[in-house]
C-alpha cells in the first residue's frame, strides 16, 4: 500500500460511536499485555513497534475531526514506547501519545498495548500484540518465530480486506421488508409516518 493510499481513511461503522461518545476523562479504552521471561529492552521493543507498524498501517494513524465526521490520517511521527503506570486506560492526550490511539507500555518482563476502541476490537487488538511481541522476540534473541493465525508477518505486505468495512462487505443493500412496506402507518405530529401497532389506518383518529 503506497504512502497516498494510507493517506486517510473513514472510520468503520462500528467505530463511528467512540469518538462522540468520548469525554475530557473517558474514552473507551482496552488493555492487553503479555509477561516474558526476562525484562523488556524497551529500545527493541521500539525497534520491534516500528516493524509492526508496517504491518499495521491502520494503527499509524492520527484521529481527525472533519466538517461532518471524524477520520483516520497517516502519521509519520514515530510512535512512544514508555513505562507502564499505575492508573492505566487513562483517556489519550494528542500531545502526549504523538496523534496515536494507542499506546505500547513496558514494566519488568511486561509488555502492555493499550488501545482506543476506535481503531480495533479486542480481536484486532490481540492481533497486534501478539505480532508485537513475535517481533521483539526475533529481534531480542536473533530467533525465527512462526508466522501465522494471529501472529502476522511484517516482511508481508498489508492486506486490503483487512481495512474494510465488515458491516458494509457482510451487510450489502438494508432495506425494508415486506412486511415493513405492507403495514399501514401512523402520524407521529413531527412530520413522519410510523405503522400503528393495532394495524389501523393512520388517517384516522384513534
Known sequence: MSKAEQSWMRLD?????YPA????????????????????DPEVLRAALARTL??????AVRMRRGMFW????????PPI????????????????S?????????????????????LTDGTGGLCFLKT????????????????GGDVLDCD???????????????????TRSRSEESRPQRHTGAGRLYPRDDGSDPGQRP
Request: net charge neutral; with cysteine.
Open 13 to 17: 461503522n462500528a467505530a463511528k460511536i
Open 21 to 40: 461518545s468520548m469525554r475530557r476523562d473517558w474514552m473507551a479504552m482496552f488493555r492487553l499485555s503479555a509477561t516474558l521471561v526476562e525484562p523488556v
Open 54 to 59: 508496517t504491518r499495521f498501517p491502520w494503527f
Open 70 to 77: 471524524y477520520y483516520l490520517e497517516h502519521n509519520d511521527a
Open 81 to 96: 514506547v514508555e513505562e507502564d503506570v499505575r492508573n492505566p486506560c487513562l483517556p489519550m492526550r494528542a500531545k502526549d
Open 98 to 118: 504523538r496523534g496515536y490511539a494507542f499506546r505500547v507500555r513496558y514494566y519488568g518482563n511486561r509488555i502492555a498495548v493499550e488501545i482506543f476502541h476506535v
Open 132 to 147: 508485537l511481541v513475535a517481533e521483539y522476540l526475533a529481534l531480542r534473541y536473533g530467533i525465527s518465530i512462526p508466522r
Open 156 to 174: 508481508d505486505p498489508p492486506d486490503p480486506g483487512e481495512m474494510e468495512d465488515g458491516f458494509l462487505a457482510c451487510a450489502g443493500n438494508v
